[in-house]
């Protein structure tokens, strides 16, 4: 995991957080006073990510070194910062920037921590005869639409869906990058292994979405990369059921996990390598409903909760 080397004097409750020089890709969080000395370390090593540059010196620094690179500026002078942007983008490095006094927590463990949706889209919908569920309608559009919508509100930076259908791949269209399984008749661990695999290498975590979740909502998605990326957090972080221990999806996962999601085979999921390593997982409440749809039953309990003004057939 890339670890978030803070080289001035700031308390960050950030996951990964180190005051020593870290072996491995990492990011640097440092104060504007201090940039030079951030900027001579990103030259020396290759393995730095981003810079992280809390108040923002008077003097324009040389910042070639970033070309390539992200670098993620605060400052409460608006003047300043969009200067100092425009300097950085000149040296061609991935800029972004929030004007503030003081550092904003969730923002910086946002742009230090990229996180990417997994939404697994390519079950055989076995209990649900003669139909693809994750088109049948809720809120007015496929389902499978309001997965990818609280993916992305919620703060993912990238959005995968496995699928397996051509039903399934027209109805996301441009909404979210597509991934073929055509292993997907073997069962969950291909679906989960083929999203894995196409996440981009910046990304620090997958979030992993069932595509038959329509009631996840983005509170939900947001609260989960919160509580991931706090300092002292475990690999996993999923929902909790209410009872001690249970969880339920969407599930976060640690790319230090992914080797052992890697190894899995049949129907298995993040779930036999979790459930049997309890002390790899935090849990957050739920912040909405959990019910996935496998049913006919299921969808007409759904569609009682939140009825349409025009019900469609199923699809």
């Not at 670890?3 to 020089?21: H, K, N, Q, W």
């Not at 999203?195 to 992993?208: C, K, Q, W, Y």
Request: glycine share 6%; hydrophobic share 45%; aromatic share 4%.
């Amino acid at each position: 995991m890339t670890a978030i080397f803070v080289m001035s004097d700031l308390e960050l409750p950030i996951r990964g957080r180190t005051y020593r020089e870290p072996e491995g890709p990492h990011s640097v969080v440092v104060r504007g006073r201090d940039l030079d000395a951030a900027l001579q370390h990103a030259g020396a090593r290759d393995d730095c990510r981003a810079v992280a540059v809390i108040g923002l010196p008077t003097q324009d620094p040389d910042l070639t070194v970033m070309k390539g690179r992200r670098l993620f500026l605060v400052d409460a002078d608006s003047s300043r910062l969009r200067d100092f942007a425009e300097i950085a983008l000149r040296a061609d490095a991935d800029v972004e920037w929030i004007r503030a006094a003081t550092p904003p927590f969730d923002r910086l463990a946002d742009a230090l921590l990229p996180v990417g949706a997994v939404v697994l889209a390519a079950g055989s919908s076995t209990r649900m005869a003669g139909s693809e569920k994750l088109l049948l309608e809720f809120d007015g559009r496929p389902m499978i639409k309001s997965v990818i919508e609280a993916a992305s509100d919620g703060g993912c930076h990238q959005i995968l869906v496995v699928y397996s259908s051509n039903e399934v791949m027209q109805a996301v269209g441009r909404d979210a990058e597509l991934v073929h399984n055509p292993q997907a008749h073997t069962g969950m661990a291909s679906s989960l292994q083929v999203g894995l695999r196409a996440l981009r290498s910046d990304m620090e975590a997958a979030l992993v979405m069932l595509g038959d979740q329509p009631m996840v909502g983005s509170r939900t998605v947001a609260e989960l990369l919160r509580a991931w990326r706090r300092e002292g957090s475990r690999p996993a972080v999923a929902v909790s059921r209410g009872e001690a221990g249970k969880w339920a999806p969407p599930v976060v996962l640690a790319r230090e996990l992914w080797d052992e999601l890697m190894a899995l085979k049949g129907d298995a999921g993040a779930r036999q390598v979790l459930d049997h390593r309890p002390e790899l997982v935090d849990t957050v409440p739920s912040l909405d409903r959990l019910d996935d749809i496998d049913t006919p039953e299921d969808y007409a309990k759904i569609v009682k909760l939140f009825p349409r003004p025009n019900p469609t057939p199923r699809a």
